[in-house]
T-cell receptor, first 112, second 114 residues
């Protein structure tokens, strides 16, 4: 069965700290897609990144970076020098032909 | 493109009432799906469709019906609303092209069942 686990329910950091959100997935598919979404207090889902299963290259986008490791079935997300605006719920998701299996989400609180 | 649109944005129902949540996309995406979001539960798949005329159940399908008569529309019907269906509902559409999958979400519908 496919499954996504985000073991960290809540994380609280002080502004400018680095923070890593963990995501572990399970799938028997050889081709799959992984996503990270941000859900701010306003409620919409904001797409952050997509990763194909055959592309293990890590990615950096500004203060955000993602570490994809197939050997450990993990797709972790790091925010460098966190800011108050980063406060949100972050979801990791696994795709199976258009269906997304979501983790339970990690609520990040960045305090000034 | 309007992307993925959902109506209504907010709805209050009484137990036993029925209603349809509308979802439309104008991007000619083959895949569409419905999710519900409950506190502490993340988003769970209700129903999905891989193309017009094809639908299947997700993780939590009970109490909901769907149909996909066109590529653009994927309505979600609540047959007899129950307080347990109080939730935020998200519709999504997606496609795969040259090894990339792209997902688009609607803004959500907040449903309160009294």
């Amino acid at each position: 069965a496919q499954k996504v686990t985000q073991a960290q329910t809540e994380i609280s950091v002080v502004e400018k700290e680095d923070v890593t959100l963990d995501c572990v997935y399970e799938t028997r598919d050889t081709t799959y897609y992984l996503f990270w979404y941000k859900q701010p207090p306003s409620g919409e889902l904001v797409f952050l990144i997509r990763r194909n299963s055959f592309d293990e290259q890590n990615e950096i986008s500004g203060r955000y970076s993602w570490n994809f490791q197939k050997s450990t079935s993990s797709f972790n997300f790091t925010i460098t020098a966190s800011q108050v605006v980063d406060s949100a719920v972050y979801f990791c998701a696994l795709s199976d032909r258009g269906k997304l299996i979501f983790g339970q989400g990690t609520e990040l609180s960045v305090k000034p | 493109n309007a992307g993925v649109t959902q109506t209504p944005k907010f709805q209050v129902l009484k137990t036993g009432q029925s209603m349809t949540l509308q979802c439309a996309q104008d991007m000619n995406h083959e895949y569409m799906s419905w999710y519900r979001q409950d506190p502490g539960m993340g988003l769970r798949l209700i129903h999905y469709s891989v193309g017009a005329g094809i639908t299947d159940q997700g993780e939590v399908p009970n109490g909901y019906n769907v149909s996909r008569s066109t590529t653009e529309d994927f309505p979600l019907r609540l047959l007899s609303a129950a307080p347990s269906q109080t939730s935020v509902y998200f519709c999504a559409s997606s496609y795969r092209d040259r090894g990339l999958e792209t997902q688009y979400f609607g803004p959500g519908t907040r449903l309160l069942v009294l």
